[in-house]
């Protein structure tokens, strides 16, 4: 299907109009861009597609399996560097009709320094149409999904099944599919905040394989353990939100040991690990007799505890 448009002139004013969406998400302006994208879905208000997209209440857009992200990240860190930084993206579906697909792929510091970079930094990183930590994750799967978007998706579908559309529909079908990027990244925002995270760590939300290619921020370390000491001195931490991590995810002992990156895994992650681990437990063997065991942090120690 060819280029047409009514409401872009050329195919680099409908890159630009995505390019602003997108730089308000990664300035952490995501209703802004809500209301940006939806200012122009209006004027197609009449296309099928345009009018599914404009129903979904963002509030019913939600992520399901969030869950499950403390125990793939405890078991990821127990075989190499720590996991420091996840991407909740879009992926093309096989069907159109079977609704949305999520990946969400796992990153270590190996490949960007997530543990150390604000906003600012993330975001001058980013390349036009080019993320410099695209297929360098150490994991991915599909435990995550999202509710809430499935009934635009047979509308694409029977889009797509005419052929060349009118300009109308095309652009309504494009501004529906962002205003999807922009709904997920909310969600994500959302998961992140009420249901909180296993440890400070940034999260990254976009389209890895679909239209409109997005890519952008949800929260960093610093900015998640801010909202996180806040909440707590505001005296409203749910600790029962956080009470099964300790089990999923236990603390391991204190080591001087630092993983760095190789240019080569010839030896696999988790062999990497078992040698470092074994050459720690025969230290705290030898020092067993000279040293006592270390008292148990506290509550607000184990909830509140800086990642090395």
């Known amino acids: 299907m060819g280029f047409a448009s009514q409401l872009f002139a050329t195919e680099d004013q409908e890159r630009a109009f995505r390019d602003e969406v997108e730089g308000l ?9 809500l209301a940006l994208v939806d200012a122009r879905l209006v004027e197609l208000a009449d296309q099928p597609v345009a009018a599914a997209a404009l129903a979904v209440d963002p509030g019913h857009v939600r992520l399901t399996g969030w869950d499950k992200l403390p125990r793939t990240i405890a078991a990821l860190d127990v075989h190499g560097q ?3 930084a996840i991407s909740v993206d879009f992926a093309r579906p096989s069907n159109e009709t079977d609704g949305p697909v999520i990946e ?9 320094p997530f543990s150390t970079s604000d ?11 080019v993320v410099r930590w695209r297929d360098k994750h150490d994991h991915r799967d599909r435990e995550i999904g999202v509710t809430g978007l499935a009934p635009l998706y047979p509308a694409f579908s029977a889009m797509q099944a005419l052929g060349d559309a009118q300009p109308q529909a095309q652009d309504a079908a494009r ?3 962002v205003r999807c990027a922009v709904l997920l990244h909310i969600a994500a925002h959302r998961a992140v905040h009420e249901d909180g995270l296993p440890h400070a760590l940034v999260v990254l939300c976009g389209s890895d394989e679909d239209y409109p290619f997005f890519d952008a921020p949800v929260t960093t370390r610093d900015e998640y353990e801010e ?3 806040a909440q707590a001195e505001a005296g409203d931490t749910d600790e029962a939100l956080f009470t099964p991590l300790t089990t999923l995810a236990p603390v391991r002992p204190n080591a001087t040991y630092r ?9 696999g992650r988790s062999l990497r690990h078992k040698l470092v681990r074994e050459r720690q437990e025969n230290a705290n063997d030898a ?3 000279s040293e006592a065991e270390p008292a148990r942090p506290g509550l607000l120690g184990r909830l509140f505890r800086r990642s090395a």
Do not use: M, Q
């Open 82 to 84: 720590p996991i420091s």
């Open 104 to 112: 969400t792929s796992y990153y270590c510091d190996d490949v960007f």
């Open 287 to 289: 020092g067993e007799e």
């Open 175 to 177: 501004l529906a599919r």
């Open 119 to 129: 906003r600012g930094k993330i975001a001058s990183s980013y390349g036009r149409g």
């Open 259 to 267: 993983f760095e990156p190789e240019t080569e895994h010839v030896s």
């Open 227 to 229: 909202a996180t000491d």
């Open 25 to 33: 998400l990664r300035k952490a302006c995501s209703d802004d861009a």
